[in-house]
């Protein structure tokens, strides 16, 4: 097995606290009794998908959503409801990624979309009063920005390729089963972040 030399971090679920149940609780109210069914941690139908990776705008994404609500919800409240997802950064984690970037080659790889990216830097900004949280990582890769997301191999392949790294010399963490084994496929090593576990306890 190569030597470490490179750390490629998920961010829900790792680095900011994360609640899928708020999300579809909050949905659910709206009117889409079948959220679960759509969207979750171990898939998401086409809408989201396409919202991921910047295949569809935000306001058409408001637009479909808004045909499963009832008649009278907003857009404001659409989006509430789908920021309601996103609790709190991990600070400690936070200050582990100071420490680790004095050994390692660090980047991030989060499958999220333009309405979670505005809503969670501003909720890193109140909670560290620094001004941006990509500016702990070497590159940060958002799926909807690079338009592929996890677990697909393509979209571990794009990261080494641009980032100009070895997918034998890079660890892959992420709390999700399915991202870990694609990363798995794509010849990266993998730490699978399990539950009540911080990126803090790993001994590399």
């Given at each position: 097995m190569a030597k470490i030399k490179n750390l490629l971090f998920d961010l829900g679920g790792v680095l900011l606290n994360i609640d899928y149940n708020k999300t579809a609780d909050a949905f659910k109210n709206l009117g889409i009794h079948q959220f679960d069914e759509l969207y979750s941690q171990a898939g998401a139908n086409h809408l989201f998908e396409a919202?991921?990776?910047?295949?569809?705008?935000?306001?058409?994404?408001?637009?479909?959503?808004?045909?499963?609500?009832?008649?009278s919800t907003t857009q404001k409240q659409i989006e509430m409801a789908w920021n309601a997802i996103l609790l709190n950064f991990r600070i400690e984690s936070l200050d582990y990624l100071d420490g680790v970037k004095e050994?390692?080659?660090?980047?991030?790889?989060?499958?999220?979309?333009?309405?979670?990216?505005?809503?969670?830097?501003?909720?890193?900004?109140?909670?560290?009063?620094?001004?941006?949280?990509?500016?702990?990582?070497i590159k940060a890769y958002y799926s909807h920005k690079i338009h592929k997301r996890k677990p697909y191999a393509a979209t571990?392949?794009?990261?080494?390729d641009d980032a100009g790294i070895k997918a034998d010399e890079t660890l892959f963490i992420d709390d999700s089963f399915n991202n870990i084994e694609g990363a798995r496929e794509a010849g990266l090593q993998v730490y699978h972040l399990l539950p009540n576990l911080k990126i803090e306890d790993m001994k590399l």
């Open positions: 919202l991921e990776t910047g295949e569809i705008s935000e306001g058409d994404f408001y637009t479909t959503i808004q045909q499963y609500c009832h008649h050994k390692y080659n660090v980047y991030l790889l989060s499958n999220t979309n333009s309405i979670h990216l505005t809503a969670f830097h501003k909720i890193f900004r109140e909670e560290t009063g620094k001004s941006n949280l990509d500016e702990y990582f571990y392949q794009f990261v080494i």
